[in-house]
Nanobody, 127 residues
Framework: QVRLVESGGGLAQEGDSLSVSCAAS????????MVWFRQAPGKEREFVAG???????????EYSDSVKDRFTLSRDGAKNSIVLQMNSLRPEDTAVYYC?????????????????WGQGTQVTVSS
């Protein structure tokens, strides 16, 4: 089993920056990729960004179009953690941000591909 614990987030004004972190514990050697999803009230959970821990695209982050060029995802292998730096925040970035991990190859937007999830952390951006 893999346990994921998110931290960070909180309140921000439009244009500000925030970061959210996710630390993995347990069977971390089984992790192929860790990702961030987010879910706004009344909306489906959507893929935000992901990074592979092994394979040909190790440490190469991928982003959804809605956050590309504003968010940066990085990985700290020594700490088994990832950090999502969110810049130029917009009110539409308001959501609960969830960290997820998968043991199989690939990074994709289907949340059913990720068996491990954190509890989520709230990010609220006001205009």
């Amino acid at each position: 089993q893999v346990r994921l614990v998110e931290s960070g987030g909180g309140l921000a004004q439009e244009g500000d920056s925030l970061s959210v972190s996710c630390a993995a514990s347990g069977r971390t050697l089984s992790i192929y990729a860790m990702v961030w999803f987010r879910q706004a009230p009344g909306k489906e959970r959507e893929f935000v960004a992901g990074i592979a821990w092994s394979g040909p695209r190790t440490n190469y982050p991928e982003y959804s179009d809605s956050v590309k060029d504003r968010f940066t995802l990085s990985r700290d292998g020594a700490k088994n953690s990832i950090v999502l730096q969110m810049n130029s925040l917009r009110p539409e970035d308001t959501a609960v941000y969830y960290c997820a991990a998968r043991p199989g190859p690939g990074i994709g937007p289907n949340r059913l591909d990720y068996p491990y999830w954190g509890q989520g952390t709230q990010v609220t951006v006001s205009s």
